[in-house]
């Protein structure tokens, strides 16, 4: 695989990506101007609104949608640029586990067909050894190995989500898009799947764009965090500086709307709803796109579109913002109490 | 007044390596206007014992015990009766939007017809009501999207889609599985508030499966705790988490990140070992290959719910655990 690799480059680099939808009603501006880049070996979180495009840009990543304009370079290679036939042979390096396990595997195969698929595919291990690495993957996402000899409806959503997992782990892949690949674990399941994705990272430098809303999971799993709202990332930042000082107003209101895991406290706490009408990606608001709902907003965020910059903290760290009102220290003003309503 | 009474359920699958017990004799029961969350570990047996409370698990299996809505037995009544409740009287919102949306129908389309199956309403008045049914779940540009098919939109509003239709005919019960899962943690805070405000408004009763213990802490009055198809433990929702004390629980509320924490630094705890497949009714504690408290007792006799101090609290297990639970805070 090694020659495959293009040194020290960056595993994904996402140029002004771009993805618009027409549908009845007008145009959808899904992924409306997106850069990322994921280096080797890095793990990426990605949150955001529902529906602000994470998923779009997931699949894009990954070349199953390919983008309205703009470019995704994987290790180096511009995506557009390649037949269809060496984008399918790419996808041992690069993989997805989709966010909706159930449509993702084809029903009327085992889940021991499915998850070996890929090492017939692209001979990952030898013919005889495939059943012992299927039990193997599956052990791995807590699964008991004669799993394999179901068929996904007779799983739970947990399971399914599972197999969808180990199947894209399968080929041992370089980059895995993971789309909220733990939505449906409990806790405790949820733990041996963040520990897997967390040795993988540091035995075999695998990297992740890690699509979630459970943010303590990527409070634990990331190592920079991109902040999307309405097709744009407002904030990257690490993830030292994501959850103690939140730059963008957004990220702020973000971080204070999870719940927390005590019910006096949860209780006892000033409930943070947004205010304002919810923007549509159809019809996107003027200036910055959260302005309608910001506590913040002023004159120049109706107007005028604020550009993801970056900006250099106190203690040395950069980072990156889309705000008019966080200067080039990353402060900003705090939000105001009364947007904090006492619950 | 109780709206749903559990007695005994159990669901047993047939498949090809012979019979599978999904609910293993559970109870549990339900009033009215109260918010009961179901938690347990992924495969235990929340979805299949929900589902099977109107008939809806899978076909090969078979359902016994009593459920007990508002005094009428849900196993015994007529198919034709639980299609007149399905969706009127008890609704449910699904674990897996994409299958139990319709891809081939539109949304507005797809949450109009139950207005008007269940309440008669006219075309025009249904469509009006679906625009505010798609505005009160928080999506965007509603009308414009009335004419979308499911594939269309982002997983957390097809998430939202089903709530819309779930809730549309003001039930009695509201059964949801996992119905935020897809959701960002604001708009998941507008729906808590909706679930909330319908109870308080309605007296409605919801059974929420949710694995987010900050969910849980959030919206309900009790919980249950479920271990391979039973429930091993249920209090109030203070209570529970004040002194969770089945090892099982205990493990859960142990297993969430802390603030701080991260990969680098930190190994965070899962509970070793799988779920047990269960062949028959269980006649010993299903934990206790997983349990540090096991002892030759829990692999002779099958612990029963009973109750321990606090206030509505019984936990299914013969060494239950009274030291207060220590959280690992990160860095
Ligand atoms: N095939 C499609 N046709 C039209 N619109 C689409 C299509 N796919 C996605 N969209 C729209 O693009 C926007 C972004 O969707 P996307 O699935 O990327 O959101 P997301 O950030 O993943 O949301 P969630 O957190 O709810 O999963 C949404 O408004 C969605 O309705
Ligand atoms: N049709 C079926 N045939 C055989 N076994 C089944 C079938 N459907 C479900 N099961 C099994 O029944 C058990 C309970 O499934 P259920 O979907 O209720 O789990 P769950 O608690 O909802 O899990 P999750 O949190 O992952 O959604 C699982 O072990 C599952 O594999
Ligand atoms: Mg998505
Ligand atoms: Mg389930």
Known sequence: ?343 | MNVLEVADLGVTFATEDGPVVAVDRLDYEVREGEILAIVGESGCGKSVGVLSLLGLQPGNSTVSGRVSYRGEDLLTVSESRLRGLRGRDIAYIFQDPMTALNPLMTVGTQVAETLRKHLGMSKAAARERVVELLELVGIPAARERLGVYPHQLSGGMRQRVMIAMAIACDPKLLIADEPTTALDVTVQAGIIETLKELRDRLGMAIVIITHDMGVVADIADRVVVMYAGKAIESAPVVELFAHPTHPYTRGLLQAVPQRGQHATAHRLKGISGNVPVLRSTAVACSFADRCAFASDACRAVRPEPAPIAGAGHTVACLHPQTEPLLLQKGA
């Not at chain 1, 880049?37 to 998923?55: C, N």
């Not at chain 1, 009327?108 to 692209?122: F, M, N």
């Open chain 1, 1 to 343: 695989m090694a020659e495959q690799q293009n040194g020290d480059a960056p595993v994904l680099v996402l140029r002004d990506l771009v993805k618009h939808y027409q549908v009845p009603g007008g145009t959808v501006r899904s992924v409306d101007g997106v850069d990322l880049v994921i280096g080797r070996g890095e793990i990426v979180g990605l949150v955001g609104e529902s529906g602000s495009g994470k998923s779009t840009i997931g699949k894009m990543a990954v070349a199953l949608i390919s983008p309205s304009s703009g470019s995704v370079e994987l290790d180096g290679v511009d995506l557009a640029a390649l037949p269809k036939r060496r984008v399918r042979a790419m996808r041992k390096r690069f993989n997805i586990v989709f966010q909706d396990p159930g449509s993702s595997i084809n029903p009327r195969t085992t889940v021991g067909d499915a998850i070996s698929e890929p090492l017939r595919i692209h001979r990952i291990v030898p013919r005889r050894r495939i059943d012992e690495r299927v039990a193997e993957l599956l052990e791995q996402v807590g699964l008991r190995p004669d799993t394999a000899a179901r068929y996904p409806h007779e799983l739970s959503g947990g399971q399914r989500q599972r197999v969808s997992l180990a199947r894209a782990l399968a080929a041992g892949p370089e980059l895995l898009v993971a789309d909220e690949p733990t939505s449906a674990l409990d806790v405790s399941v949820q733990a041996s799947v963040l520990n897997l994705v967390a040795d993988l990272q540091q035995n075999l430098g695998f990297a992740c764009l890690f699509i979630s809303h459970d943010l303590s999971a990527i409070e634990y799993l990331a190592d920079r965090i991109a902040v999307m709202y309405l097709g744009r990332i407002v904030e990257v930042a690490d993830r030292r500086d994501l959850f103690e000082r939140p730059m963008h107003p957004y990220t702020d209101v973000l971080l204070q709307a999870a719940p927390v895991a005590d019910p006096v406290e949860q209780r006892g706490r000033e409930r943070v709803v947004l205010r304002g009408e919810i923007p549509s990606p159809m019809n996107p608001p003027s200036g910055c796109s959260f302005h309608p709902r910001c506590p913040l907003a002023t004159e120049v965020c109706r107007t005028t579109e604020p550009a993801l910059r970056t900006v250099q903290r106190a203690d040395g760290r950069t980072a990156q913002v889309a705000c008019h009102l966080v200067g080039d220290d990353g402060v900003r003003a705090a939000l105001p109490a009364e947007s904090v309503p006492v619950g």
